[in-house]
């Protein structure tokens, strides 16, 4: 059956309807970029259960811009709903393409949403266990970190 979103307020049903109508027709990088227009986490952290990562990230991965915009609206209270902002913002890292031209022109954004990400994982350590920290930060950490070196050496 279909799921449904949260139907606490007025957008959250009206975007709803369009990003399950999005999942149903298999348009995931659409779904997600309607999550994120929107600006409401709650809107985001209820679609996000609905999508695959892997139909999300697979063999067509999504526009850099809808990666930057899912680094920035993932990371606070990264403590809440864990393992699925995790999962997700790995994906997110792993798929920037640092030979794209838009992260080229954005690279000081790039650092900043990183560095961003970089100071929530270090917020959230205090909130979870050192098992929830190495099973879903340590390596996103890593990644982050990473990136930040390569960009900046630009």
Same mark, same amino acid.
């Given at each position: 059956g279909a799921t449904t979103f949260n139907q606490s307020s007025g957008i959250n049903a009206e975007y709803g309807e369009?990003?399950?109508e999005c999942i149903e027709n298999g348009d995931y990088h659409e779904a997600l970029n309607?999550?994120?227009v929107a600006i409401n986490v709650?809107?985001?952290l209820d679609t996000l259960p609905k999508l695959n990562v892997d139909d999300v990230f697979g063999d067509n991965p999504p526009s850099?811009?809808?990666i930057l915009a899912l680094l920035s609206q993932l990371p606070n209270d990264l403590h809440v709903k864990l393992e699925l902002k995790a999962e997700f913002l790995s994906e997110a890292i792993q798929a920037i393409d640092l030979d794209h031209e838009i992260i080229k022109a954005h690279k000081d954004s790039v650092?900043?949403?990183l560095s961003l990400l970089l100071n929530n994982i270090d917020k959230a350590k205090e909130e979870i266990t050192p098992r929830e920290y190495l099973r879903n930060l340590k390596n996103?950490? =890593?990644a982050s970190q990473q990136i930040i070196a390569r960009v900046?050496? =630009?």
């Open positions: 369009e990003i399950q309607k999550a994120l709650d809107l985001l850099q811009p809808l650092v900043t949403l996103l950490r =890593w900046s050496q =630009w």
